[in-house]
């Protein structure tokens, strides 16, 4: 069982979504991009370093053939804020001209960083490129992006766990928890 609450460095924080709730939710978006991409080939790019935990439960229900690669940028530099200005840490080393790409990012708050990777990979020529999200803030979003696969819209408040941090914490929680102000 996972707490109901707990506190990630100075701030309280409270569950909002369960593992199991993840865990289905994960199994029906596997099945959607099963379906969506047979015999497509799909490379699926994780967005360091919020997808690691995603991007492994995602890839586990996916039984077409793929490919993975990883790309990693920053906003966040750890706070509550996005700082709106996005670094590339890490490139994408695979040729993917051609290819069918699924972004795999941890969430799209205010779209910034997701708009960002878009036009990187666009550049790339791919045959096409698709975004799977596990949370997605609508009222934050401020670019205009088709999200094809998103496993939680939520709320407009700062979240953690499952892959998410706070000042480099809280990313090991096995659930979604929010801010408690
Ligand atoms: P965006 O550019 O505003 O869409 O922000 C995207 C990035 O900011 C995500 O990949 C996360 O790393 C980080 N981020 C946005 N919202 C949250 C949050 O509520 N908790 C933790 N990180 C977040």
């Known amino acids: 069982m996972n707490p109901k609450t707990t506190t990630v460095a100075d701030k309280s924080f409270k569950m909002m979504i369960s593992a199991e709730t993840i865990a289905d939710r994960i199994r ?3 099945g959607e991009i099963n379906r969506d991409f047979a015999d ?7 967005i360091l370093n919020g997808c690691f935990l995603f991007m492994a439960d995602l890839v586990k229900q996916i039984d077409v ?4 690669a990883f790309m990693k940028v920053s906003s966040y530099h750890g706070g509550m804020e996005s700082s709106r ?3 590339e840490d890490y490139d994408l080393k ?11 990012e941890d969430i799209v708050d205010t779209g910034n960083t997701m708009r960002f990777i878009v036009d990187k990979l666009q550049a ?4 096409s490129v698709s975004i ?3 949370l997605f803030k ?8 088709d999200l094809q696969y998103v496993a939680f819209e939520i709320e407009n408040k700062f979240v953690v766990g499952y892959g998410l941090d706070y000042k480099g914490l809280g990313r090991n929680l096995n659930a979604v928890y929010q801010v408690v102000l």
């Open 94 to 104: 695979m040729a993917v001209s051609g290819r069918h790409l699924i972004i795999v």
């Open 124 to 127: 790339k020529k791919p045959a």
């Open 28 to 30: 029906v978006l596997g």
């Open 85 to 87: 200005t996005i670094t």
């Open 65 to 68: 053939d793929c490919e993975i």
């Open 40 to 46: 497509k080939k799909p490379v699926l790019i994780g």
């Open 138 to 145: 609508p009222a934050a979003m401020e670019q205009k992006l």
């Open 132 to 134: 799977a999200t596990l």
